[in-house]
């Protein structure tokens, strides 16, 4: 068989297989990133998590890629090993994190270990034995908009200035200390500050990307089914859930926050074009979303509800929402980011990339996975708990 070209980074340079660390591999992103780099690439992947169950259809013996993929089993926070698998690697990405909102106001001490502290080894591992490190971060630092402080109605509001995300000049704004819900981003935030300072006066190579709200297959779980009954996850699994059992979508403070969406495939782009482009990724700071596919949770919520009726074939219910408190979905401490829109110059002209999908096309395949995927166990729960 003739051998295939070689592929080639964005400076025209022959790509050379990587062996990455991806710790939190077997996350939402990571299941991702897995495949991507098994189905297209020739890297390698230490792939370090507690839990599989996202890429047990990638660990199966016997495939293709199968010598270029191992799972690790491990916690990072009490785990000796992982120092050993950073040292042979070319790459780190650290993944693994708490990330749902309704833990941060809940469990603000596992939040801050998990998000900062039990980041902290990866850092000196990676700094004492000159690793490349790649470092997930959220779009959560920036917090509140500026123009969140102006009054209902001002002028200002509309000017980009005052809610524009950018990576060089936006500060982070977070709300007082009692407000529990950013103990999340401060914790993103003082890592991210390490990392930098690493990079500053140690000659660290790193990049940070801040995510901003990557949805897809497989992201979170739905209670009762692959996760707890009692835990909440993000919105996007909230709803589907909601869906699933024919109950309305609760709007959290009448669902007026504001959020940009992205499918998680176009983002998935963006990360490899990081891994296989270092000089144009190492010390940069990334914003990755989608500014065009903005809404506010409630035109979301209006938006998969029409979106599931027609995948599924299920008739649109009549009340289709319910406005609930904040207090009451996530008790106290919760607060939220009004409006998150990503500036997208740094990533355009590092990596030469832009989003695709359009928040209609990426919820046909997300809500058609959902429905495929749960419907029919979400029914089965529910005949449970009404028998017992
Ligand atoms: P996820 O919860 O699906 O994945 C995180 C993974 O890390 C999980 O599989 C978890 O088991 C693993 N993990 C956590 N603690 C660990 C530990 N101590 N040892 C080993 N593994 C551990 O979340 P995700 O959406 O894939 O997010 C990945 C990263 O991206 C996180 O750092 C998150 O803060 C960031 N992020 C994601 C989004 C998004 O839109 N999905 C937005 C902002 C930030
Ligand atoms: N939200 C909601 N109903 C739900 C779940 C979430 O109204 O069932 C809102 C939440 O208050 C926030 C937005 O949806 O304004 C996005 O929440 P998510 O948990 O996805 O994470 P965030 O974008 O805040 O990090």
Known sequence: ???????????????????????????FIGSHLCEKLMYETDHSVLAVDIYSDKINHLLQPGQKWSDRIEFHKLNIKNDSRLEGLVKVSDLVINLAAICTPADYNTRPLDTIYSNFVDALPVVQYCRENKIRLIHFSTCEVYGKTIGSFLPPGHPLKQDPAFYM???????????????????????????ERLVYAEGAENGLEFSIVRPFNWIG???????????????????????????????????????????????IKDAIDVVQRMIENPSRANGQIFNVGNPYNEVTVRELAELMTDVYCKVSGQKR???????????EFYGPGYDDSDKRIPDMTIVKKQLEWEPKTSLYDLMESTLTYQHATYAEAVKRSMSKTTVN
């Open 165 to 191: 995300l950018k990576e060089d000049e936006t500060p982070c704004i977070f709300g007082s200390i009692d407000k529990q819900r950013w103990s999340y981003a401060c914790a993103k935030q003082l890592i």
């Open 317 to 327: 219910p009549e009340q289709a929402t319910i406005d609930v408190t904040g207090m």
């Open 1 to 27: 068989a003739g051998m295939a070209a070689p592929r080639l980074n964005l400076d025209g340079d022959v790509i050379k297989p990587l062996k990455i660390c991806m710790i939190g591999a077997g996350g």
């Open 217 to 263: 297959p497989r992201m979170d779980f739905i209670p009762g089914v692959d996760g707890p009954q009692d835990s909440v996850p993000r919105v996007l699994a909230c709803f589907s859930n909601n869906l699933m059992k024919g109950e309305p979508l609760k709007l959290v403070e009448g669902g007026k926050s504001q959020r940009t969406f992205i499918y």
